[in-house]
């Protein structure tokens, strides 16, 4: 049951109702009508702008439309009172029986409450991580990665057919860098003093046993050869050796991907970039021009040339991209328009990329391309994650020995937990700047949500299991459930947590419409809020605690709105990938 979504539909009805009547005109988009919670709980239970949206289009005034729906609404079952606000909004307030429904129909959902299908099974890609082949993903990697995934599972709550995706840059030269960093490991593990490693190698530990596995398996063959002798294969192995590194990594946080789409199978198995050239050059959308010099301070080493260039200010670009560089391979780009193109031959016609904050010169480029190759029908949506800067009492946290320049992303999880690092990662906004301290995400207190949010789902299940020790147990059988009698819940604060239960199937929609899964730990926070402000008010008043032996029937309906917090609680911990606790230790 989404309650704004019922009230929505009473709401449209009226307003058809006046059409109908003649006291609006016909042809009216009704779309923009919301029907939403207060921001003032003082003002009602519901709001809705349906004056305000319909009044220029109605030739009408906003109050005078709202005095009819105030009228009209005010019979509508459910209705205790409305009334006008501010310029034109109307406030509704809900009977007492229709907060008890709200917990029936969650009772009677269970763990898919909030879920829609508003997705109608179209199908979304999710690409997001897609480092470099190149060693263990670092704390920078995993914002996005949690992020993506986050994303992910809200598209797929609300009906998308989603597809989680890794992009393995491995046909690069930072992959040939790596195959000789290997090469140079392998030359140290056969007893050979290597030296300071050069400039541009990589100088990692995470290197060695790689190389350590390939003098193992072909013993000295390989240490005097020319480099077009071993490149290749050490270039393999490096790589199939970090992307298991990578895929440890992630499982770490629990993330799978369903795909892992190499880079390197555009060029060398399917010839798709030249493909993807062809067929962009066949609708004139290829053209060989010279490009202006960068803004600012020109690099040393731009040529002005003569190159294949794609239009992609047509496509609303700031500048024509190149395809081909000057010793005739391709460009990243050329990559891009291939890779994109796969996607699009696979049925994507929404394909988001999670990017680092870094990497926002590329939002016009790919919706560029997207428009190019799928002629309009296509979006490439980039969602950038900034930064993540970690420390410790306050003070920056050193960087890894291991993996030589940065932080890893296995060195965080392992200290504070994967729920932890998800919870946290989540706790901002993707676009926004974040400070994670490892004292402050640990601690025991209001001021961390990760706690605040699994103490409060820890505080049920003692309830449940204290409950269970005196013999009092929900019924498990649906029908049961949802025919109990729930209407001793009038007091205030239950009604508070029975209002914020109600906001949740809005709450994950919008989530998955704005592509902003932080939402849900905001509100998974401020639920949490609500239920704690309900566990002391029984303290403090006896006859709301929630066990009474005496009085069988209030505990069960009680114990009724705490299965209907649980499902919620561990619903959106679920869709953030965080796993509820039992019991706090």
Not at 43 to 70: F, Y
Not at 375 to 391: H, M
Request: glycine residues 8%; contains cysteine.
């Amino acid at each position: 049951m989404d309650i704004f979504a019922e009230y929505k539909t009473h709401v449209n009805a009226v307003v058809e109702a006046m059409v109908a009547a003649g006291e609006l005109p016909q042809g009216l988009d009704l779309s923009r009508i919301s029907v939403e919670p207060p921001r003032d709980v003082s003002h009602g239970d519901v709001t809705t702008n349906a004056a305000m949206v319909l009044a220029k289009p109605a030739g009408a005034k906003p109050r005078e439309i709202a005095e009819v729906l105030v009228r009209r609404l005010a019979d509508t079952e459910g209705v205790a009172s409305a009334e006008i606000a501010g310029p034109g909004f109307v406030n509704l307030t809900l009977t007492p029986e229709c907060w008890p429904r709200v917990v029936a129909a969650v009772l009677k959902a269970g763990e898919t409450y909030g879920s829609s299908p508003m997705g109608e099974g179209r199908q979304v890609n999710v690409e997001y991580v897609s480092a470099n082949p190149t060693g263990p993903l670092h704390v920078g990697h995993c914002r996005g990665a949690v992020f993506g995934d986050a994303l992910a599972n809200v598209l797929e709550k609300v009906g998308y057919a989603v597809v989680r995706e890794y992009y393995t840059n491995d046909a690069g030269a930072q992959v040939d860098d790596l195959a000789r960093s290997v090469h140079l490991r392998y030359r140290e593990v056969l007893g050979e003093e290597i030296g300071e490693i050069p400039s541009g190698l990589y100088p990692a530990d995470y290197i060695i046993p790689v190389a350590r596995e390939l003098a193992e398996t072909h013993g000295d063959v390989y240490r005097d050869k020319p480099e077009d002798e071993w490149l290749e294969l050490f270039r393999n192995a490096a790589i199939d050796a970090m992307m298991d590194l990578i895929r440890e990594d992630l499982a770490t946080l629990n993330i799978h991907h369903e795909v892992f789409f190499s880079e390197r199978s555009l060029h060398e198995e399917t010839g798709a970039v030249a493909s993807a050239i062809a067929d962009l050059r066949a609708r004139d959308l290829v053209f060989e021009g010279r490009l202006p010099p960068p803004k600012g301070r020109v690099p040393e080493d731009w040529e002005d040339r003569e190159q294949t260039l794609f239009r992609a200010t047509q496509f609303g670009d700031d500048v024509d991209r190149p395809l081909i560089k000057s010793d005739g391979t391709y460009t990243y780009f050329a990559s891009d328009v291939a890779y994109f193109r796969s996607k699009y031959d696979r049925g994507f016609e929404q394909m988001i990329y999670v990017l680092g904050a870094d990497h926002g010169g590329y939002v016009k480029r790919l919706q560029a391309i997207a428009n190019a190759v799928s002629g309009g029908s296509a979006q490439a949506i980039v969602r950038l994650c900034q930064l993540v800067k970690l420390f410790r009492g306050g003070q920056p946290v050193r960087m890894s020995k291991r993996a030589g320049d940065f932080i890893t992303l296995r060195d965080v999880v392992n200290e504070v937990g994967p729920d932890v690092v998800r919870f946290m990662m989540l706790y901002r906004k993707n676009d926004a700047s974040l400070d994670f301290d490892f004292d402050k995400v640990t601690e025991q207190s209001r001021e961390n949500p990760v706690f605040y949010v699994q103490y409060a789902h820890a505080r049920i299940c003692s309830v449940f299991r204290n409950a269970a020790d005196l013999g009092l147990v929900l019924p498990q059988e649906s029908d049961a459930l949802t025919n109990l009698n729930l209407n001793v819940l009038q007091d205030e604060a239950e009604i508070a947590i029975i209002r914020r239960i109600a906001e949740y199937s809005r709450v994950v929609q919008g989530a998955a419409l704005a592509h902003e899964p932080h939402r849900i730990a905001f509100y998974l926070y401020e639920l949490a809020g609500t239920f704690h402000a309900l566990w002391n008010r029984g303290k403090e008043l006896p006859h709301l605690r929630f066990i009474d032996e005496s009085k069988t029937d209030a505990t069960i309906a009680r114990l009724a709105l705490l299965q209907a917090v649980r499902y919620v609680l561990s619903n959106g911990l679920g869709i953030l990938g965080v796993v509820p606790v039992q019991e706090m230790r």
